[in-house]
């Protein structure tokens, strides 16, 4: 078994800021990438910001939504990853999802794994 759990996630004013976190636990050999995703009411499924693995080089993408304002970090020793989030906005309301791909078992393939979200509400 695999469990992602988020926390952070909470109310805030516009132009304030919020701290997300993701741990991964359960049967984990390899994590190739970790990042963030969220869904607003009436919406899809959206890229927030992600994150290879350091021996994959670190790369990181970004939404052109929230470049400049958040900031996505990993701990691949703790197998977490998280997600600081500046200068909030109204239109960032939404539920915000950790994903990671990862193999359980060394030989294993890569699989997809969503933990349940965590809210994010900012006000006016």
């Known amino acids: 078994q695999v469990h992602l759990v988020e926390s952070g996630g909470g109310l805030v004013q516009a132009g304030g800021s919020l701290s997300l976190s993701c741990a991964a636990s359960g049967s984990i050999f390899s994590i190739r990438t970790m990042g963030w995703y969220r869904q607003a009411p009436g919406k899809q499924r959206e890229l927030v910001a992600s994150m290879s693995s350091m021996s994959s080089g670190g790369n990181t993408n970004y939404s052109d939504s929230v470049k400049g304002r958040f900031t996505i970090s990993r701990d691949n020793a703790k197998n977490t990853v998280s997600l600081q989030m500046n200068s909030l906005k109204p239109e960032d309301t939404a539920v915000y999802y950790c994903?990671?791909?990862?193999?359980?078992?060394?030989?294993?393939?890569?699989?997809?794994?969503w933990g349940q979200g965590t809210p994010v509400t900012v006000s006016s």
């Open positions: 994903k990671a791909v990862l193999a359980k078992y060394s030989g294993s393939y890569y699989a997809i794994y």
